[in-house]
Antibody, heavy 118, light 111 residues
Framework: EVQLVESGGGLVKPGGSLRLSCAAS????????MNWVRQAPGKGLEWVSS????????YYADSVKGRFTISRDNAKNSLYLQMNSLRAEDTAVYYC???????????WGQGTLVTVSS | QSALTQPASVSGSPGQSITISCTGT?????????VSWYQQHPGKAPKLMIY???NRPSGVSNRFSGSKSGNTASLTISGLQAEDEADYYC???????????FGGGTKLTVL
């Protein structure tokens, strides 16, 4: 069974940093592209960042470019999102999601809440 | 503003059929057969319901079906059930610099 478990969320002040993790199990992590998708309270889904299986290709939404860094450790079956210079508008539940071939978001974690507030 | 346009809400009675539209452009929905639909219940993670316009993942009820015409994709749910009440999001591959775009979401109410 595919499992994606996010962690690392919490309350942080504006301008602060946070590192999210997504622990993967139930599949060969190193073979799949992964994504971070967020959802602000009461709002819709917003794609944040994607990383290919070998980290060769990385993409960011304009809203986080230059502030967030996606990475992965295939030996540890883990996906990460380093978030710097956090703003109030970054407040959201952050989900990690697995791509399967051409299917984006075939599997999702349960999400971790990030709250940016003074 | 979302890249793909969905109605904010739709409703239907148990047993009826409803259709949710998802309108994009020739750079996304109209240009590729990589449209997906996700169901999200309150406080839960999204769940893939339809991929590549009309394919259902294993375990998804055949009451859910997808289609596309031009720049508009559609999700149809037949034989509405109470548990279908949820938010539904479409997404598409896009040729823009953003590799994954979502619709704004549609809240389905089962009356």
């Amino acid at each position: 069974e595919v499992q994606l478990v996010e962690s690392g969320g919490g309350l942080v002040k504006p301008g602060g940093s946070l590192r999210l993790s997504c622990a993967a199990s139930g599949f060969t992590f190193s073979s799949y592209s992964m994504n971070w998708v967020r959802q602000a309270p009461g709002k819709g889904l917003e794609w944040v960042s994607s990383i290919s299986s070998s980290s060769s290709y990385i993409y960011y939404a304009d809203s986080v470019k230059g502030r967030f860094t996606i990475s992965r450790d295939n030996a540890k079956n883990s996906l990460y999102l380093q978030m710097n210079s956090l703003r109030a508008e970054d407040t959201a539940v952050y989900y990690c999601a697995r791509d399967v071939l051409t299917v984006r978001g075939a599997d999702w974690g349960q999400g971790t809440l990030v709250t940016v507030s003074s | 503003q979302s890249a793909l346009t969905q109605p904010a809400s739709v409703s239907g009675s148990p047993g009826q059929s409803i259709t949710i539209s998802c309108t994009g452009t020739s750079s996304d929905v109209g240009g590729y057969n990589y449209v997906s639909w996700y169901q999200q219940h309150p406080g839960k993670a999204p769940k893939l319901m339809i991929y590549e316009v009309s394919n259902r993942p294993s375990g998804v009820s055949n009451r859910f079906s997808g289609s596309k015409s031009g720049n508009t994709a559609s999700l149809t749910i037949s034989g509405l059930q109470a548990e279908d009440e949820a938010d539904y999001y479409c997404s598409s591959y896009t040729s823009s610099s953003t590799p994954w775009v979502f619709g704004g979401g549609t809240k389905l109410t089962v009356l």
